[in-house]
């Protein structure tokens, strides 16, 4: 029977990875707290994403095929992009789609406690970024939280670059909802690292995490020039 001390030990590693989870893990960054995000796409595959500031300014990025993004840069040629409703996926402000059968999406959603909301692009083909999670008890007298993270049958670990060549590691961020760490709704519990070799992760809930349900929530893994799109999974406590 595990110790009270190696129960302390396990969960004391569990709340440092929040400590040391970098905040977008992968897709593309590309503001904090954007207001009315919009995106064009031309045919040569250049993106821009523009957004409203705090301020009330437009701001514009400009994101091409590969290579590092351009700020306050603006789309050359017509938007071929369309929205569309093909694939379903969580936390969406914009999705659309280009005649090469690619899509597009512009994700917002607050990965660290207290931190900003976050908007996050990607770009991709075929089926989206997929995430599980499952609650159940008892580990340690404790509720336990797992799930598995993959894209389009690989799982999902490790580093992802950003396009300026930053490693970003893969994190899971969890959050548990009417718990006492929270006001009722939706509070952040922690992030963790998902493991090799099947992109899984484990967590304990402690006893003011614990609520009547938990999401998941992921960045999508950038492979190359694919940026798969952010994943979310919530579980019944």
């Not at 440092?16 to 904090?32: M, P, Y």
Request: hydrophobic letters at 35%.
């Amino acid at each position: 029977m595990p110790s009270a001390r190696s129960f302390a030990v396990v969960l004391a590693a569990l709340v440092g990875a929040l400590a040391s989870a970098d905040c977008a893990s992968a897709s593309i960054w590309v503001a904090d707290n954007a207001r009315n995000p919009a995106l064009r796409v031309n045919a040569q595959g250049y993106a821009e994403v523009s957004w409203t500031t705090a301020g009330g300014s437009r701001s514009y990025l400009l994101v091409p095929p590969s290579g590092k993004l351009y700020p306050g840069r603006r789309l050359s040629g017509s938007d071929v992009s369309t929205p569309t409703g093909n694939v379903s996926i969580p936390m969406k402000r914009v999705l659309k789609q280009t005649p090469d059968g690619k899509y597009w999406a512009l994700q917002a959603w607050r990965p660290r406690k207290g931190g900003p909301i976050e908007l996050h692009l990607s770009r991709w083909k075929g089926e989206a970024t997929e995430l599980t999670l499952t609650a159940s008890c008892c580990k340690y007298g404790k509720e336990t939280l797992t799930g598995e993270a993959s894209f389009q049958g690989k799982p999902v670990y490790g580093y992802s670059s950003t396009p300026e060549g930053k490693k970003m590691r893969a994190y899971v961020y969890l959050e548990c909802f009417a718990c006492t760490a929270g006001s009722g709704g939706w509070a952040l519990m922690l992030g963790i690292a998902t493991r090799s070799p099947g992109g899984t992760f484990s967590a304990l809930v402690r006893d003011n995490w614990s609520g009547t349900k938990y999401r998941a929530r992921i960045a999508g893994p950038n492979r190359g020039r694919t940026l798969a799109p952010d994943a979310e999974a919530v579980a019944s406590g």
